[in-house]
Structures are given as structure tokens and as C-alpha cells.
């Protein structure tokens, strides 16, 4: 069975950086160990020391974390040999996708800022042990945690200049635009912090390559908070916050996103082709009301659920196959109950079955109407007839919580 949702959430009211990201984590309880593990698979053993203090910042506690080298002045790596490092090395599988995910961003946003071949960045832009640490002991954790859904809060990037292996660079720094650039990372305002860099290249690439989505705080249920600290003394507190959400097993409330538009100059086809497309974009659900429009003019109103990620090629399904000029968009909730997908074989043929599983631990099945039509047509049979036989069939074979849920 799948594991259940293990919702965290990134709260970076003063920005991201790896080491309080993995600062937070610590402060959770993850064991050293974990974190140690794979580094010395990367034979980075002895290279490093990581000195974890419990500090406070703005009168609030929480965990500072720096990486001292052991080697002042280690040596400088392409990320073409970084990426084989990574590779090669005896690593979880899917600990070795993430961190290979991290860098090959962070790689590719380096390389468009200095107008070459990523494999071609240095290892101090992308590779520094430091950064290797962080973004290693990041995914490490999370997945330590079991989090298979992780939501961050847009963060400010800072604003002013930051000395650089390259000289003096603007903030935000050039890596940090491009990662938001590239991956679509809203960016809170800077406005009323001192001129200081407030996001990182690791701590944006870590976000961009794990988050599922840049969002205000989800509801949840917080079973713990982990809070890593900042190194930069600010007007206000430095920290960043990693609330870990109780697993869910039964109903659980999701994010949703409706979009709406009042149309009263499509032809009844026209509006087909644009719903069509609508749901063969990914909607959850696509529907049109009757609605009465200005100069008495019949007019649909055209809705569509979906996920809040799918909301950019949504909108381009809207302008290409639409005549409206404007789409609304609200973020939403829903409950929904655990649902599973499966196919009972039938003496007329298999019939596919969404069922859900009721907080009380009954079960609520539904035949899909297309396999029943077909079965009908094919066996000359009323489909009313077929539906309470399939039916009958469920009661004595239920399913089971080893079902793969969908």
C-alpha cells in the first residue's frame, strides 16, 4: 500500500538557505547519522565538521548550523565531474535522484548567469563541500521523515550588492533570479529589510527541485515545528520554519483551484472543444451553467477544477481554444476520502470500480458508466440490470486496505 500523505511545510518569512533548512531538520530530531552516511559514501569523511548550536535570534530559539572545512581550500570541480561523483557513489536510490535534481538546477541556473555549458560550472559555485552538506543532508532528512509532500511560502530574496568568488554581484543574486525565473518561485517582497541577501542559490535550488508548490500555509495538522536559524542579524527574527504535519490515513483536505468565465459568444461547439481540452489538460472537473449576461444576451458560465500547479497551462488552454479575454481564479479546499481504482472481473466482461473508503471503514463503490454501456450494448442487456449485478458481486468480494489506493 502506498504510505500515506506526510505533509511539511517551508515557512521562510526571512528567506532560504541550506543550512537553516538543514538546521530545521535537526531541530525535528534527525539523527546525525543520517545525514553522515551518505556523505561518507561520497567520501567527503573527515573533509568536514558540521557545529550545530542552539542560539536565538530576535528573542526566539532555534538551531544554528555552519559546515567548517577541514581543508581550507579544497579543490575546484566542474560540475560535469561532480555529477559523476554524485552518480557513482553508493547511494539510496531515490536520496541520489533528489540531490542530483538540486544540483542540476542550481548547475543550469550557474551556467545561463555566466553564459556557458553547465558542465563547465565550477565546483565553488555548485559543489563546495558546504553546499554539498546542505543539499545532501536536506533530502536525506525529508526523506528520513517520510514528507511526500512538501509546500513552501514564497520567500523575500533581499535586495543590494554580495561579495562573490566573482566580485561584488546584485541581489537578488543572479542564480537566485534564474532559479525563480525558470521554475515559476513567486518571491516576496524585500521591501523594509536591510540590503542583505535573504535567499541563496542552494537554498532556491533545494526549494525549486523539492517543493511541490510556493503557496501561503496549507491546512494541516502540526505535529512538529524544526526551526534553523540565519546567520545575518536582521530588524526582526531570522529563522526558518519546518512544520511537520500528522500523516493522514482517512479523509484529508486538499488544495484546489477553480477557474471561471462568463462566455456568450461561443457556438455550443466551440464550448465542447474548450472543455474537452480543459479536461485533457488534467481538470478534475469541467461543467457550464446557464447564466443571463448584460443586453439580456443567454450566455454559460464555465468552471473548472483542477490542481493549483496545472493553473498556468490551464490558462493556456483558455486562450487557445476560448474567446474569453479574462479567467478568474480562487484557491480552494476540498475534503476528499481515500479512493482506490479497480477492475472486478464479471461473467459479462471486467468492469472498472472507483471506490472510497468512508471514515467509519464502509465503502462506497461506484462501476464506471462506460464499461457497463459497452458490457449492455454487447450482451443486450439493460445497463440498471448490470449495475445492481456488479454491485451484488462487490458486496461479497469488498476491497481491501492492501488495495493500491490511486
Known amino acids: 500500500m502506498t504510505a500515506p500523505r506526510r505533509l511539511a511545510l517551508v515557512d521562510c518569512p526571512t528567506g532560504l538557505a541550506g543550512n537553516m533548512l538543514l538546521a530545521s531538520l535537526f531541530d525535528l530530531g534527525l539523527p546525525q547519522a543520517v545525514v553522515e552516511a551518505p556523505l561518507q559514501a561520497l567520501g567527503l569523511a573527515g573533509a568536514y565538521r558540521i557545529d550545530l548550536r542552539e542560539e536565538r535570534s530576535g528573542g526566539l530559539r532555534g538551531l544554528h548550523l555552519a559546515v567548517a572545512l577541514t581543508d581550507p581550500s579544497p579543490p575546484h570541480r566542474h560540475w560535469g565531474e561532480l555529477r559523476h561523483q554524485i552518480a557513482e557513489a553508493a547511494l539510496e536510490p531515490q536520496l541520489k535522484q533528489r540531490v542530483l535534481a538540486v544540483f542540476s538546477l542550481l548547475a543550469e541556473a550557474e551556467a545561463r548567469v555566466h553564459g556557458h555549458a553547465p558542465e563547465q560550472v565550477h565546483f565553488h559555485e555548485v559543489g563546495a563541500v558546504d553546499a554539498l552538506v546542505d543539499v545532501v543532508g536536506v533530502c536525506a532528512g525529508l526523506l528520513h521523515f517520510g514528507v511526500n ?19 561584488l554581484l546584485p541581489l537578488p543574486a543572479p542564480a537566485v533570479l534564474e532559479l525563480a525565473v525558470r521554475h515559476q518561485v513567486p518571491l516576496a517582497s524585500s521591501e523594509g529589510f536591510p540590503p542583505v541577501e535573504l535567499s541563496t542559490p542552494t537554498g532556491m535550488a533545494l526549494m525549486a527541485a523539492l517543493a511541490d508548490r510556493f503557496a501561503p500555509a496549507p491546512a494541516l495538522q502540526p505535529a512538529a515545528v524544526g526551526v534553523g536559524l540565519g546567520s545575518r542579524q536582521l530588524d526582526r527574527p531570522n529563522l ?33 472543444v474548450l472543455m474537452e481540452a480543459l479536461r485533457e489538460a488534467g481538470a478534475v472537473e469541467v461543467f457550464h451553467q446557464p447564466v443571463l449576461m448584460k443586453k439580456g444576451r443567454p450566455g454559460s458560465l464555465v468552471s473548472v477544477l483542477a490542481s493549483p500547479g496545472l493553473a498556468a497551462a490551464l490558462r493556456e488552454v483558455w486562450w487557445r481554444h476560448g474567446s474569453t479575454i479574462g479567467v478568474r481564479e480562487q484557491l480552494q479546499q476540498r475534503w476528499a476520502l481515500p479512493r482506490q481504482q479497480r477492475e472486478l472481473s464479471t461473467p459479462w466482461g471486467p468492469v472498472g470500480v472507483k471506490c472510497s473508503r468512508r471514515p467509519d471503514g464502509t465503502w462506497l463503490c461506484k462501476p464506471e458508466a462506460d464499461d457497463l454501456a459497452s458490457l449492455a450494448l454487447r450482451h443486450g442487456l439493460p445497463m440498471a440490470q448490470l449495475r445492481q449485478a456488479v454491485l451484488a458481486q462487490l458486496s461479497t468480494e469488498p476491497p481491501t486496505e492492501s488495495s493500491e489506493p490511486w
Request: with cysteine.
Open 240 to 272: 526558518l520554519r519546518l512544520v511537520l504535519a500528522a500523516p493522514e490515513s482517512g479523509e484529508r483536505l486538499e488544495p484546489l483551484l477553480l477557474q471561471q468565465a462568463q462566455i456568450d459568444d461561443a457556438t455550443p461547439e466551440d464550448l465542447a
Open 149 to 167: 509532500e512538501l509546500v513552501c511560502t514564497p520567500p523575500p530574496a533581499g535586495h543590494g550588492q554580495v561579495p562573490t568568488a566573482h566580485g
